[in-house]
């Protein structure tokens, strides 16, 4: 039986990886560290209700930051794969602070690779970000698309991409790194925007719309992008030091996802901001 830690395993993509996976010959241990950028009131205790009904060995509290614990971790469960989706979810959160979007990603996947490098059979599978492309030339974009990212989250991605590749041929990791783009779906606590306008929606308050509504997403269903690493699982030879987007590979305007709701709350109300935000272009050209 193969064993996977899963780094950020209390998330959305975390945890139905986990669903997907309970049924199959892996053995898992959770490694999370239990904390909500958007509300500092949500203790351990909750983020490991999330997961009470899944099938798992271990859940750990822990942050990759914490080198000490995080080589534990792995010296004591010996996993053949580690995912790792143990970073800073929000986009937006990067750029108002950018040291603690660094320190959590890049000099957290650092601490990883360290400890990696001294275990060259275990393969790291890295949950990245399209924030890297920045804006898309041609759609569908593909992994062979320049990368020009337009925020501090998508360079840092993009940097620590760099950095699992550079150690991949300096120490012979094996690696493969997932693009998703947008997710959302069920059990989403981090206000992404499907979230936050269902949530209005519901509570029939406001859903204030920024540029017009035109702003375009490949929007992902959590479900699929956990099916792409399920994949990826069962095909390690062949996904052996590869990059993969995984998403819908169709964008949608937000003007697109108000009218679905407006199909079931038809007394929604939209406010048309005048702030302009810097969001990259994800549309059909």
Same mark, same amino acid.
Do not use: W
């Given at each position: 039986?193969?064993?996977i830690l899963?780094?950020?395993g !209390? ?17 898992t241990?959770l490694?999370?560290a239990? @904390? ?14 999330? *997961?009470s ?7 750990i509290?822990g +942050?990759?930051?914490?080198k &000490?614990?995080?080589? @534990?971790?792995?010296?004591?469960? &010996?996993?053949? #794969? #580690?995912i ?13 602070y ?10 957290? =996947?650092?601490?990883?690779? /360290?400890?990696?490098? %001294?275990r060259p059979?275990?393969?790291?599978i ?8 920045? +804006? ?6 593909? /992994?062979?698309?320049? @990368? /020009?990212? @337009?925020?501090?989250y998508?360079a840092?991605k993009?940097?620590t991409?760099?950095?699992?590749? =550079?150690?991949?041929?300096?120490? &012979?990791?094996?690696?493969?790194? #997932?693009?998703?783009?947008a #997710? ?8 992404? *925007? *499907?979230?936050l306008?269902?949530?209005? !929606? ?11 509504g ?5 929007f992902?269903? *959590?479900?699929?992008? !956990?099916e792409g690493?399920n994949?990826?699982l ?14 819908s ?5 937000l ?6 709701l ?8 939209i406010n048309?901001s005048?702030?302009?935000?810097i969001?990259p272009?994800?549309?059909a %050209?």
């Open positions: 039986m193969k064993k899963l780094i950020g !209390a998330g959305l993509i975390g945890r139905n990886i986990l669903k997907k996976i309970s049924k199959t010959k892996f053995e241990v490694f999370d239990c @904390k909500s950028y958007l509300d500092s009131k949500k203790k351990s205790f909750f983020f490991k209700n999330l *997961v009904d899944l099938n798992y060995k271990k859940f509290i +942050d990759v930051r914490n &000490n614990l995080l080589k @534990k971790s792995i010296t004591e469960f &010996n996993p053949d #794969v #580690v790792h989706l143990g970073n800073l979810p929000l986009a937006d959160y990067s750029n108002d950018p040291e603690e979007t660094i320190s959590n990603i890049l000099l957290g =996947t650092l601490n990883l690779l /360290e400890l990696l490098k %001294l059979t275990t393969r790291l890295y949950a990245s970000s399209s924030m890297i492309y920045g +804006d898309f030339n041609y759609t569908p974009c593909d /992994e062979k698309h320049k @990368k /020009e990212p @337009k925020d501090v998508g840092t993009l940097a991409e760099t950095l699992i590749k =550079t150690y991949s041929k300096r120490y &012979n990791i094996e690696y493969t790194i #997932v693009r998703p783009s #997710v959302y779906g069920p059990g989403d606590i981090n206000k992404r *925007v *499907v979230q306008f269902i949530e209005n !929606a519901k509570n029939n308050k406001p859903i204030t719309l920024h540029n017009k035109l702003s375009e997403l490949d992902t269903y *959590v479900e699929d992008i !956990a690493f994949l990826i069962k095909n390690l030879k062949k996904t052996k030091n590869q990059t993969f987007n995984i998403t590979g169709k964008s949608r305007s003007n697109d996802l108000v009218n679905i407006k199909k079931y709350y038809p007394n929604l109300k048309n005048k702030k302009k935000l969001r272009k994800r549309g %050209l």
